[in-house]
Nanobody, 123 residues
Framework: QLQLVESGGGLVQPGGSLRLSCAAS????????IGWFRQAPGKEREGVSC????????NYADSVKGRFTISRDNAKNTVYLQMNSLKPEDTALYYC????????????????WGQGTQVTVAS
């Protein structure tokens, strides 16, 4: 079964940057669309960004457009989420997820999930 591992979270000041990584150890991600999601305490899980298996399609939630960039390096079997100009409201547990087929920002589309990495934006 495909297993995903997120890394790169941490504590950052408002306006700062982080780069999250989503990696798979035993299976190639080449054929999977990947999504990034986040969930803050007391809130529902929110789709942040997604990228198709080829990398040719990318989408972002309105709340992160212009600040976050999703990319993938299939040679490294890794998908990245570059997060710039971070705000306190970006604080959440961030998950990556994988699916076969057309990607989107709806969590129900995804079959495989990582355990998450915490991002905290505070001064």
């Amino acid at each position: 079964q495909l297993q995903l591992v997120e890394s790169g979270g941490g504590l950052v000041q408002p306006g700062g940057s982080l780069r999250l990584s989503c990696a798979a150890s035993e299976f190639t991600l080449d054929y999977y669309g990947i999504g990034w999601f986040r969930q803050a305490p007391g809130k529902e899980r929110e789709g942040v960004s997604c990228i198709s298996s080829s990398g040719g399609y990318r989408n972002y939630a309105d709340s992160v457009k212009g600040r976050f960039t999703i990319s993938r390096d299939n040679a490294k079997n890794t998908v990245y989420l570059q997060m710039n100009s971070l705000k306190p409201e970006d604080t959440a547990l961030y998950y990556c997820a994988a699916m076969e087929g057309l990607v989107g920002l709806e969590a129900a589309l995804y079959d495989y999930w990582g355990q998450g990495t915490q991002v905290t934006v505070a001064s």
